[in-house]
Structures are given as C-alpha cells and as structure tokens.
C-alpha cells in the first residue's frame, strides 16, 4: 500500500488510511459470505464515521451501545442499529427503539421494567438478552466480561427454562483481541450452558473481540466453526458477529512532534505534543506499549534511547511499558507516528487538563489526503457546560 509521508499531516492528527480499511473489509465480508452470517462493526471499536458509506458496502450494519452511537448509525451508515447496553433509562429507552432494528438486554429485571413498552413500540424491534458462559480468555480483568461478579450479562443459573415472552435472540460476548479458538472453546462453554435456549432463538449474537483481520488469524476454521453452529441449530434465521476492531485494525496512524526533551537520572524523555492519558487511554489501561514507526526496542548496544512522555500534567502520562530505540538522536521539532491507533483510540479520547484533541484526516485510495475536523475550544467548553 502505497501512502504519503507522515510528515505530510498535520501534528498531532489521526490519520485513516482508506486503502487499508477497504482491505479489512473485504475479508470480512468474504468471511460473512462463506458463512452465511452477519459481520456488523461495533462502534465502541471504530466509528470513523466518515467511512460509513464504505463499511456499509460490505458489512450488514453497525452495533450501538448508547443512543449517540444507535442515531450515528442510523444518520451515517443509514440503516437501523444492532443496540445492547448494560442498562437502559426511562429518559433514553423510546430512543433506543427508534434507532434500532435488534435491543438487547443485560438483565432479566432490565427486560420485564421496559418489555410492555418494548413490545407496543409500532415498529417492530427484536429483542434479545446478553447471557454470560462463565468462560472467557481474555488475560487483562479489565476487558474479561466473564469475570466472577460480573455485572455483564445473565448466569445461565439465573435464566428461565424458556425464553420469556417477547424474546427471540441471545446474545455473549466474552472476547478480546481474540483468535477463532477461543471463539470455538467460548461457544463449547455458551453451548454447554444455554443449548436449550438456543434451540428457541431466531438470530444469536456471538459479539465481539474477534481479531479476523490479524495476519496470524485462521480464518478458514472461523468459517467452519461458525457453518457447524448454524447446523446445529437450523432455527437460527441470523448468525451475528460485531467486530470492532477487527474493522479498523492496522488502518492508521497517530501523528505527533517531538516539543522537548528532558533529562532525569540518566533517562531522556521527548515530550509529546499528544498525551497517552488524553489520546492514547488504551496504552495506560491496558497496559501494552504501541509500536512507533522507525523505532524498536532498546538493546545494550542502542545508542539512541528515549523515553515518551505526554503533554498533560499528570504524572503517569508517559509510556511506562518500555522506552524506545531510535536510529538518530531526537530533535525538537521531529515528527514521530504512532502506529494502528484509529481502533478503539479515537473513540476514547478525553478533554482532561482541556488537552487539544488531534486534527481527523483520512488518506483517500488515490492518495490524496484529506483533512476532516480539528476540534478546538469550542468543544471542550461545550463538554463542560
């Protein structure tokens, strides 16, 4: 793939690389074919809206976890949203039925305070409920919804021995970052726990974290795995996969410049025009530490070692998992990227310390590069009253 120097964009700036994303979709919408299931992109992973007339070319539409989310689907994707959220509000709920297509719920008691609203509502809207198999193998607690005492989800100990009135789909999601056999150990356990109710089920939602578009990613056992559910289970009229990540992974970048550079006890750290805490949250809760484009991991012999450090105050704004090694010594005034940081990166930004959030921008698949937002002032002071 061909694609403009970094130094080219503005700094700091998002950069989505359109050739990338379309690469990422149509491997799955291949597997979406070969399987005869629904891949829909879920917005709490990728919601550059802005490419929503591409992803709507190969995938089967979007899921929403709020109702901002379910009405960005609707006016920019066109199409009506697959919604769940741990809880729903009387102020909130009629929303949520006007945007979506399929609702889930994460409790029975959630399902009967909203069923006799739900099922008058005049346009018609499936319901579903979120069941937790008690099995995931996701490493950081963080992300596990499968935890014991999770607020996530209904226990199959809990759930009736029919699916109540009103219900038609079940929906788990117990994945991150995840390749097909955790997919295929997760549903042996969901099986094992919610067969019967399966059995009763007109689509199921399998969730998200499945991490297809990953180079070392089977793909041809995903298929498989998922043509031997839906012979097992003829009943299901929709198979649904809601990958996020999957979507946007390895589509762009992070552009930042080199402000300063200070010294303490030994150790250089260039401070950032962009923060970890503000821009890049992922890095600090995970933890993991993001590759720099051009630069590796220290070795004894490295001569150019620095670590990277943001520009907010706080304290732990800086990459504590590890420094990095460049082939010149930095300067003030250089340009560095961050690569695959338009999954699950924009979409967690904060206004903490009135931080400026990076400029938007979106390298076309003619190469052309297009600026599509710088937000400013204006939306900090309106985040705050």
């Not at 206004?351 to 390298?363: L, Q, R, Y």
Request: aromatic share 12%.
């Amino acid at each position: 793939m061909s694609q403009p120097s970094y130094e080219m964009f503005p700094s700091p700036c998002y950069v989505m690389y359109e050739e990338a994303l379309e690469a990422n979709l149509q491997l799955l919408h291949l597997v979406q074919k070969e399987a005869d299931v629904s891949i829909i992109c879920a917005l709490k992973g990728f919601s550059f809206w802005n490419s929503f007339p591409l992803v709507k070319n190969y995938l089967k539409g979007a899921t929403a976890s709020s109702v901002n989310e379910a009405r960005l689907i609707v006016e920019e994707m066109g199409c009506e949203a697959h919604s769940y959220a741990p809880i729903y509000t009387s102020e909130d709920f009629r929303d949520f039925l006007i945007y979506s297509k399929k609702l889930t719920f994460n409790s029975l008691s959630q399902w009967f305070r909203f069923k006799e609203e739900a099922l008058a509502f005049p346009k018609k809207v499936s319901f579903g409920l979120r069941v937790n198999p008690e099995y995931s193998e996701v490493e950081t607690d963080m992300y596990n919804p499968a935890l014991p005492g999770s607020r996530l989800g209904i226990l199959a100990e809990n759930m009736p021995d029919r699916l109540p009135e009103g219900i038609e789909g079940l929906h788990f999601h117990a994945l991150c970052e995840n390749d097909s056999y955790s997919l295929e150990n997760c549903l042996a356990a969901f099986e094992k726990k919610f067969s019967h109710l399966i059995k009763e089920c007109k689509w199921v939602n399998f969730g998200g974290g499945h991490l297809i578009t990953r180079e070392d990613y089977d793909v041809m056992h995903l298929i498989r795995l998922l043509k031997d559910f839906r012979q097992r289970y003829p009943n299901i009229k929709e198979l649904i996969l809601e990958p996020g990540e999957a979507v946007g992974w390895q589509t762009g970048i992070l552009t930042a410049t080199v402000e300063d550079i200070v010294e303490n006890k030994g150790i250089k750290t260039a401070m950032l025009n962009v923060s970890f805490s503000c821009h890049m949250p992922d890095c600090l809760e995970m933890p993991y530490k993001p590759t720099v484009i051009g630069a590796t991991d220290p070795t004894p012999d490295s001569k150019y070692v620095y670590r990277l450090g943001g520009c907010s105050c706080l304290a732990g704004d800086f990459m504590g998992m590890g420094d990095y090694a460049f082939p010149e010594p930095l300067e003030i005034g250089d340009r560095i990227a961050f690569d695959d940081m338009i999954h699950y990166t924009m979409v967690k930004t904060t206004f903490f310390n009135g931080v400026a959030h990076p400029a938007i921008g979106i390298v076309r698949n003619d190469g052309s590069f297009e600026v599509l937002s710088r937000p400013g002032y204006q939306a900090y002071k309106e985040k705050l009253g």
